[in-house]
């Protein structure tokens, strides 16, 4: 059983920006795909960026293209979300997750964690 671990959420103006952590608690990321995914109140788990943890592959939603950007340091073993120009549209509790296989269908990645608060005021 994979634990993920975010951090970074908090609260920020509109156009401010913050950056996401997620690490594997207790050994290295053994899932081929790590992602983001975000879920504001009332509305359903939404793919926000993935990236190939083996590989350079990247993935991003065309709604935050060109604002945030996913990236990983195999060496501190983390995927982190950059996110530059938030807007309140961006306020939602963002989750990392892991996966055996890249989909934008939150209900086929493996692993989740607790889920980090992303607060953008306007």
């Known amino acids: 059983q994979v634990q993920l671990v975010e951090s970074g959420g908090g609260l920020v103006q509109a156009g401010g920006s913050l950056r996401l952590s997620c690490a594997p608690s207790g050994r290295s990321f053994s899932s081929p795909v790590v992602g983001w995914f975000r879920q504001a109140p009332g509305k359903d788990r939404e793919f926000v960026a993935a990236?190939?943890?083996?590989?350079?592959?990247?993935s991003t939603a065309d709604f935050v293209k060109g604002r945030f950007t996913i990236s990983k340091d195999g060496a501190k073993d983390t995927v982190f979300l950059q996110m530059n120009s938030l807007k309140p549209e961006d306020t939602a509790v963002y989750y990392c997750?892991?996966?055996?296989?890249?989909?934008?269908?939150?209900?086929?990645?493996?692993?989740w964690g607790q889920g980090t608060q992303v607060t953008v005021s306007s």
């Open positions: 990236i190939n943890w083996s590989g350079s592959g990247t």
């Open positions: 997750a892991a996966g055996s296989v890249f989909t934008k269908d939150n209900r086929r990645w493996d692993y």
